[in-house]
Protein backbone atom coordinates (compact mmCIF):
# COMPACT_ATOMS: atom_id res chain seq x y z
CA UNK A 1 0.00 0.00 0.00
CA UNK A 2 2.81 2.26 0.42
CA UNK A 3 4.24 1.46 -2.52
CA UNK A 4 1.09 2.44 -4.19
CA UNK A 5 1.00 5.78 -2.24
CA UNK A 6 4.54 6.55 -3.97
CA UNK A 7 4.26 5.67 -6.89
CA UNK A 8 0.87 5.94 -7.99
CA UNK A 9 -1.54 3.92 -10.27
CA UNK A 10 -0.12 1.90 -12.92
CA UNK A 11 -2.29 3.69 -15.01
CA UNK A 12 -1.69 6.49 -17.93
CA UNK A 13 -3.42 9.92 -17.78
CA UNK A 14 -6.10 10.82 -20.36
CA UNK A 15 -6.17 13.49 -22.15
CA UNK A 16 -9.82 15.37 -22.87
CA UNK A 17 -10.36 17.76 -24.93
CA UNK A 18 -13.54 19.97 -25.10
CA UNK A 19 -16.23 19.05 -26.91
CA UNK A 20 -16.19 23.10 -28.64
CA UNK A 21 -12.79 23.15 -29.35
CA UNK A 22 -13.26 20.06 -31.04
CA UNK A 23 -16.21 21.37 -32.98
CA UNK A 24 -13.80 24.34 -33.90
CA UNK A 25 -10.97 22.22 -35.05
CA UNK A 26 -13.38 21.01 -37.45
CA UNK A 27 -13.64 24.13 -38.96
CA UNK A 28 -10.47 25.13 -39.35
CA UNK A 29 -8.60 22.65 -41.42
CA UNK A 30 -7.02 23.36 -44.85
CA UNK A 31 -10.36 21.96 -46.62
CA UNK A 32 -12.62 24.26 -44.49
CA UNK A 33 -10.33 26.92 -45.04
CA UNK A 34 -10.79 26.75 -48.76
CA UNK A 35 -14.53 26.83 -48.03
CA UNK A 36 -13.94 30.28 -45.76
CA UNK A 37 -11.98 32.28 -48.52
CA UNK A 38 -14.66 30.72 -51.46
CA UNK A 39 -17.18 31.92 -49.39
CA UNK A 40 -15.59 35.52 -48.99
CA UNK A 41 -14.99 35.85 -52.68
CA UNK A 42 -18.64 34.82 -52.85
CA UNK A 43 -19.61 37.55 -50.26
CA UNK A 44 -17.27 40.50 -51.87
CA UNK A 45 -18.59 39.94 -55.29
CA UNK A 46 -22.13 40.45 -53.88
CA UNK A 47 -22.97 36.11 -55.07
CA UNK A 48 -25.00 35.45 -51.92
CA UNK A 49 -26.85 32.86 -52.99
CA UNK A 50 -23.38 30.71 -53.50
CA UNK A 51 -22.10 32.32 -50.18
CA UNK A 52 -24.85 30.68 -48.37
CA UNK A 53 -24.49 27.40 -50.12
CA UNK A 54 -20.75 27.42 -49.40
CA UNK A 55 -21.50 28.32 -45.48
CA UNK A 56 -23.64 25.42 -45.43
CA UNK A 57 -22.20 22.76 -47.17
CA UNK A 58 -19.24 24.19 -44.18
CA UNK A 59 -21.32 23.61 -41.26
CA UNK A 60 -23.32 20.86 -42.28
CA UNK A 61 -19.52 18.54 -42.64
CA UNK A 62 -18.28 20.11 -39.65
CA UNK A 63 -22.18 18.84 -37.76
CA UNK A 64 -21.41 15.34 -39.05
CA UNK A 65 -18.29 14.86 -38.57
CA UNK A 66 -18.34 16.04 -34.98
CA UNK A 67 -21.00 13.91 -34.31
CA UNK A 68 -19.10 10.85 -35.89
CA UNK A 69 -16.23 11.69 -33.77
CA UNK A 70 -18.40 12.37 -30.83
CA UNK A 71 -20.18 8.76 -31.11
CA UNK A 72 -16.50 7.15 -31.78
CA UNK A 73 -14.94 8.79 -28.90
CA UNK A 74 -18.15 7.65 -26.70
CA UNK A 75 -17.48 4.25 -28.13
CA UNK A 76 -13.74 4.24 -27.22
CA UNK A 77 -15.17 5.28 -23.69
CA UNK A 78 -17.51 2.48 -23.37
CA UNK A 79 -14.60 -0.29 -24.14
CA UNK A 80 -11.94 1.44 -21.96
CA UNK A 81 -14.71 0.88 -18.95
CA UNK A 82 -15.70 -2.68 -19.64
CA UNK A 83 -12.20 -3.78 -19.98
CA UNK A 84 -10.50 -4.20 -16.94
CA UNK A 85 -6.82 -6.04 -17.12
CA UNK A 86 -5.55 -8.07 -14.59
CA UNK A 87 -2.21 -9.72 -13.90
CA UNK A 88 -1.10 -12.42 -12.21
CA UNK A 89 1.88 -10.99 -9.85
CA UNK A 90 3.71 -12.46 -7.18
CA UNK A 91 3.60 -9.79 -4.18
CA UNK A 92 4.76 -10.67 -0.05
CA UNK A 93 5.42 -14.65 -1.29
CA UNK A 94 2.21 -15.11 -2.63
CA UNK A 95 0.84 -15.02 -6.43
CA UNK A 96 -2.48 -13.23 -6.59
CA UNK A 97 -4.66 -12.17 -9.82
CA UNK A 98 -4.55 -8.46 -9.33
CA UNK A 99 -5.94 -5.29 -11.25
CA UNK A 100 -3.09 -4.11 -13.53
CA UNK A 101 -3.73 -0.80 -12.21
CA UNK A 102 -2.83 -1.54 -9.11
CA UNK A 103 1.10 -2.93 -9.83
CA UNK A 104 3.87 -1.48 -8.57
CA UNK A 105 7.55 -1.59 -8.38
CA UNK A 106 8.94 -5.13 -6.80
CA UNK A 107 5.71 -7.02 -8.23
CA UNK A 108 6.80 -9.57 -9.81
CA UNK A 109 4.67 -10.05 -12.75
Known amino acids: AEL ?6 NELP ?3 TPKWLIFLRLLSGPMPIMLWIAALIEAIIGNYADM ?5 IQFINAFISFYETNKAGDAV ?4 KSLKPTATC ?6 ADIDATVLVPG ?3
Open 4 to 9: LVQWGK
Open 14 to 16: EKH
Open 52 to 56: GILLA
Open 107 to 109: DLV
Open 90 to 95: KRDGKW
Open 77 to 80: AALK
